[in-house]
């Protein structure tokens, strides 16, 4: 089975800094997308920033110049580097991942996305 991991969430003070990573396992044959996803309560979920396999990166605009995306293509992990932490950053994050897997003899290409880990920026 696929999965995908999320660690690194937590409390932090306005200005401060976490990085969240996430790693999939399984039987995994490739990963396209990966990608960072948050919602707050009362609100709908929302891109952060995702990191393809090759090119350019994407944010949105509320993070810019503050997140930063990376991936470990060897450990099939992706990180999320986040400063300058403001308190409409608090949300849960959630990880998200396109792949390619194999399972019961059939090769699948589907997202996947991990349980969430919640971000607490206090003022």
């Known amino acids: 089975q696929v999965q995908l991991v999320e660690s690194g969430g937590g409390l932090v003070q306005a200005g401060g800094s976490l990085r969240l990573s996430c790693a999939a396992s399984?039987?995994?044959?490739?990963?396209?997308?990966m990608g960072w996803y948050r919602q707050a309560p009362g609100k709908q979920r929302e891109l952060v920033a995702t990191i393809p396999s090759g090119g350019s990166t994407n944010y949105a605009d509320s993070v810019k110049g503050r997140f930063t995306i990376s991936r470990d293509n060897a450990k099939n992990t992706v990180y999320l580097q986040m400063s300058s932490l403001k308190p409409e950053d608090t949300a849960i994050y959630y990880c998200?991942?396109?792949?390619?897997?194999?399972?019961?003899?059939?090769?699948?290409?589907?997202?996947?996305w991990g349980q969430g880990t919640q971000v607490t920026v206090s003022s």
């Open positions: 998200n991942a396109h792949l390619t897997t194999y399972y019961n003899s059939r090769v699948s290409s589907r997202d996947y």
């Open positions: 399984g039987s995994i044959l490739s990963i396209n997308d």
